[in-house]
T-cell receptor, first 114, second 118 residues
Framework: GESVGLHLPTLSVQEGDNSIINCAYSNSASDYFIWYKQESGKGPQFIIDIRSNMDKRQGQRVTVLLNKTVKHLSLQIAATQPGDSAVYFCAENAGGTSYGKLTFGQGTILTVHP | GEEVAQTPKHLVRGEGQKAKLYCAPIKGHSYVFWYQQVLKNEFKFLISFQNENVFDETGMPKERFSAKCLPNSPCSLEIQATKLEDSAVYFC????????????????FGAGSRLTVL
């Protein structure tokens, strides 16, 4: 079946470094991609999203890059802070009648050391 | 309110007992979604509603799981005759009507309800 997966399950960085979290997806019909952050005991929190007609989108300290040719998605976090420590999930959706039916990746644990 | 409210936070049931979880979506959001997360890992889509109508139920284990979103009431997810493998955190999310604008299709998740089946 179709799935979204992450290359690296854990990532450790020093405070102030930039972080890059990667995600591969397999559903070529996906037209909407989202990154969520999940802290312990909480629900997923929206970080940033991107539509398939874009290849880059920037937010505050975060950038999402989409490479449709190789079906790859990445999340870049600039000047990573200890508060960024969490599990990060990519998710994709094909829209239409599949609206809101997100396929999540397995998650990457980001640990930021002060 | 501005957050998705889920109750109870924790629920413990013996195998074979019934479990019922509740979700109050953000006011004005017309879509409600239920997801299951096992072992802090992947999320599994269960069901979605557009107002009180089922929108997509392709993820629901039909035999024991049911869900409703009735007007003027919290949405609910019910599991009849729970099994050990139903132990998970169940998340509810809501969103406004779909839009072509980025960010406008964002699902806002609640804090989840942890179900433990013994």
């Amino acid at each position: 079946g179709e799935s979204v997966g992450l290359h690296l399950p854990t990532l450790s960085v020093q405070e102030g470094d930039n972080s890059i979290i990667n995600c591969a997806y397999s559903n070529s019909a996906s037209d909407y991609f989202i990154w969520y952050k999940q802290e312990s005991g909480k629900g997923p929190q929206f970080i940033i999203d991107i539509r398939s007609n874009m290849d880059k989108r920037q937010g505050q300290r975060v950038t999402v890059l989409l490479n449709k040719t190789v079906k790859h998605l990445s999340l870049q976090i600039a000047a990573t802070q200890p508060g960024d420590s969490a599990v990060y999930f990519c998710a994709e959706n094909a829209g239409g009648t599949s609206y809101g039916k997100l396929t999540f990746g397995q998650g990457t644990i980001l640990t930021v050391h002060p | 309110g501005e957050e998705v409210a889920q109750t109870p936070k924790h629920l413990v049931r013996g195998e074979g007992q019934k479990a019922k979880l509740y979700c109050a979506p953000i006011k004005g959001h017309s879509y409600v979604f239920w997801y299951q997360q096992v072992l802090k890992n992947e999320f599994k889509f269960l069901i979605s509603f557009q107002n009180e109508n089922v929108f997509d139920e392709t993820g629901m284990p039909k035999e024991r799981f049911s869900a409703k979103c009735l007007p003027n009431s919290p949405c609910s997810l019910e599991i009849q005759a729970t099994k050990l493998e139903d132990s998970a955190v169940y998340f509810c999310a809501s969103s406004p009507r779909p839009s072509g604008r980025s960010g406008a299709n964002v699902l806002t998740f609640g804090a989840g309800s942890r179900l433990t089946v013994l």
